[in-house]
Nanobody, 123 residues
Framework: VQLQASGGGLVQAGGSLRLSCAAS????????MGWFRQAPGKEREFVAA????????FHADSVKGRFTISRDNTKNTVYLRMNSLEPEDTAMYYC?????????????????WGQGTLVTVSS
Protein backbone atom coordinates (compact mmCIF):
# COMPACT_ATOMS: atom_id res chain seq x y z
CA VAL A 1 0.00 0.00 0.00
CA GLN A 2 1.25 3.48 -0.88
CA LEU A 3 0.73 6.35 1.54
CA GLN A 4 0.67 10.10 0.96
CA ALA A 5 0.54 12.40 3.98
CA SER A 6 -0.51 16.03 3.94
CA GLY A 7 -1.86 18.79 6.14
CA GLY A 8 1.19 19.87 8.07
CA GLY A 9 2.11 23.50 8.57
CA LEU A 10 2.94 26.26 11.00
CA VAL A 11 0.49 26.92 13.82
CA GLN A 12 0.58 28.82 17.09
CA ALA A 13 0.45 27.02 20.40
CA GLY A 14 -3.12 26.19 21.30
CA GLY A 15 -4.12 25.90 17.67
CA SER A 16 -5.33 22.95 15.63
CA LEU A 17 -4.40 21.03 12.51
CA ARG A 18 -5.76 18.02 10.71
CA LEU A 19 -3.37 15.69 8.98
CA SER A 20 -4.52 13.40 6.20
CA CYS A 21 -2.98 10.26 4.80
CA ALA A 22 -4.31 9.00 1.49
CA ALA A 23 -3.71 5.34 0.79
CA SER A 24 -3.69 3.62 -2.55
CA UNK A 25 -3.39 0.04 -3.62
CA UNK A 26 -5.47 -3.05 -3.32
CA UNK A 27 -7.40 -3.93 -0.18
CA UNK A 28 -6.47 -0.73 1.65
CA UNK A 29 -9.35 -1.19 4.06
CA UNK A 30 -7.70 -4.36 5.39
CA UNK A 31 -4.78 -2.41 6.81
CA UNK A 32 -4.48 -0.86 10.22
CA MET A 33 -3.19 2.68 9.92
CA GLY A 34 -1.20 4.88 12.21
CA TRP A 35 0.80 8.03 12.78
CA PHE A 36 4.31 8.39 14.10
CA ARG A 37 6.40 11.51 14.60
CA GLN A 38 10.03 12.41 14.83
CA ALA A 39 11.25 15.62 16.40
CA PRO A 40 14.69 17.03 15.63
CA GLY A 41 17.35 15.07 17.45
CA LYS A 42 14.89 12.50 18.76
CA GLU A 43 13.82 9.02 17.80
CA ARG A 44 10.63 8.35 15.92
CA GLU A 45 7.73 7.72 18.29
CA PHE A 46 4.24 6.32 18.09
CA VAL A 47 1.38 8.82 18.08
CA ALA A 48 -1.83 6.96 17.21
CA ALA A 49 -3.17 3.92 15.39
CA UNK A 50 -6.55 2.67 14.23
CA UNK A 51 -7.72 -0.77 13.21
CA UNK A 52 -8.73 -1.65 9.67
CA UNK A 53 -12.41 -0.88 10.10
CA UNK A 54 -11.97 1.79 12.77
CA UNK A 55 -13.32 -0.17 15.70
CA UNK A 56 -10.17 0.11 17.79
CA UNK A 57 -7.89 3.10 18.26
CA PHE A 58 -4.85 3.80 20.37
CA HIS A 59 -3.24 7.10 21.24
CA ALA A 60 0.07 7.81 22.92
CA ASP A 61 -0.25 9.16 26.45
CA SER A 62 1.38 12.40 25.39
CA VAL A 63 -1.46 13.18 22.96
CA LYS A 64 -4.48 11.62 24.65
CA GLY A 65 -7.33 14.06 24.93
CA ARG A 66 -5.78 16.35 22.32
CA PHE A 67 -5.31 14.21 19.20
CA THR A 68 -7.84 11.91 17.57
CA ILE A 69 -7.21 9.39 14.82
CA SER A 70 -10.01 8.42 12.46
CA ARG A 71 -10.43 6.91 9.03
CA ASP A 72 -12.80 6.95 6.10
CA ASN A 73 -12.46 3.74 4.13
CA THR A 74 -14.70 5.07 1.37
CA LYS A 75 -11.96 7.63 0.71
CA ASN A 76 -9.02 5.39 1.64
CA THR A 77 -7.90 8.13 4.02
CA VAL A 78 -6.84 8.26 7.65
CA TYR A 79 -6.87 11.50 9.61
CA LEU A 80 -5.18 12.87 12.68
CA ARG A 81 -7.04 15.72 14.28
CA MET A 82 -4.66 17.67 16.52
CA ASN A 83 -6.05 20.17 19.01
CA SER A 84 -4.39 22.23 21.74
CA LEU A 85 -1.06 21.96 19.98
CA GLU A 86 2.07 22.55 21.99
CA PRO A 87 5.60 23.47 20.88
CA GLU A 88 6.60 19.94 21.97
CA ASP A 89 4.39 18.58 19.18
CA THR A 90 6.72 20.05 16.59
CA ALA A 91 7.93 17.16 14.45
CA MET A 92 7.80 15.44 11.12
CA TYR A 93 4.66 13.32 11.14
CA TYR A 94 4.58 10.04 9.22
CA CYS A 95 1.67 7.81 8.40
CA UNK A 96 2.10 4.08 8.44
CA UNK A 97 0.22 0.90 7.63
CA UNK A 98 0.39 -2.65 8.88
CA UNK A 99 -1.80 -5.72 9.00
CA UNK A 100 -2.32 -5.44 12.77
CA UNK A 101 -3.07 -2.34 14.82
CA UNK A 102 -1.24 -3.63 17.90
CA UNK A 103 1.95 -4.00 15.87
CA UNK A 104 1.69 -0.32 14.95
CA UNK A 105 0.92 0.62 18.54
CA UNK A 106 3.91 -1.30 19.85
CA UNK A 107 6.14 -0.19 17.02
CA UNK A 108 7.22 -3.74 16.24
CA UNK A 109 6.18 -3.78 12.63
CA UNK A 110 5.31 -1.32 9.91
CA UNK A 111 4.57 -2.68 6.47
CA UNK A 112 4.49 0.68 4.70
CA TRP A 113 5.59 4.22 5.47
CA GLY A 114 4.42 7.41 3.90
CA GLN A 115 6.57 10.46 3.41
CA GLY A 116 6.43 12.91 6.28
CA THR A 117 4.50 16.12 6.70
CA LEU A 118 6.04 18.78 8.91
CA VAL A 119 4.17 20.27 11.84
CA THR A 120 5.68 23.31 13.52
CA VAL A 121 4.09 24.78 16.63
CA SER A 122 5.27 28.21 17.67
CA SER A 123 5.08 29.44 21.24
Amino acid sequence: VQLQASGGGLVQAGGSLRLSCAASGRTVSRYAMGWFRQAPGKEREFVAAISSYGGTAFHADSVKGRFTISRDNTKNTVYLRMNSLEPEDTAMYYCAADAMVIRLRDGVSVASWGQGTLVTVSS
